[in-house]
């Protein structure tokens, strides 16, 4: 059975970090691109970072480009995204995705919350 479980969500003041990270079981992980999502509320779901298998590639959305970092372990089959300079504009459920061919899975999602 395929889980991805997130952690590391919580109220941050604006300018805080936050790291949060994913564990995954039940799959290949070192074959699976890893990507972190958002949704914030009454927005749709968008792609905030992915990192390719090996981890020699990263991506982010312009919105996070110099604040967040998305690494992983494919030892210890987790991926991580350290956030820095929160914004108010960052809060949202943030959910860890799985792909490899037409296999896609996902994680439930963790509270951001960035608020004073």
């Known amino acids: 059975q395929v889980q991805l479980v997130e952690s590391g969500g919580g109220l941050v003041q604006p300018g805080g970090s936050l790291r949060l990270s994913c564990a995954a079981s039940?799959?290949?992980?070192?074959?699976?691109?890893m990507k972190w999502f958002r949704q914030a509320p009454g927005k749709e779901r968008e792609l905030v970072a992915g990192i390719a298998a090996t981890g020699g590639t990263m991506n982010y959305a312009d919105s996070v480009k110099g604040r967040f970092i998305i690494s992983r372990d494919n030892a210890k089959n987790t991926v991580n995204l350290q956030m820095n300079s929160l914004k108010p504009e960052d809060t949202a459920v943030y959910y860890c995705?799985?792909?490899?061919?037409?296999?896609?899975?996902w994680g439930q999602g963790t509270q951001v919350t960035v608020s004073s």
């Open positions: 995705n799985a792909a490899y061919f037409i296999n896609n899975y």
């Open positions: 039940g799959i290949t992980f070192r074959l699976y691109y």
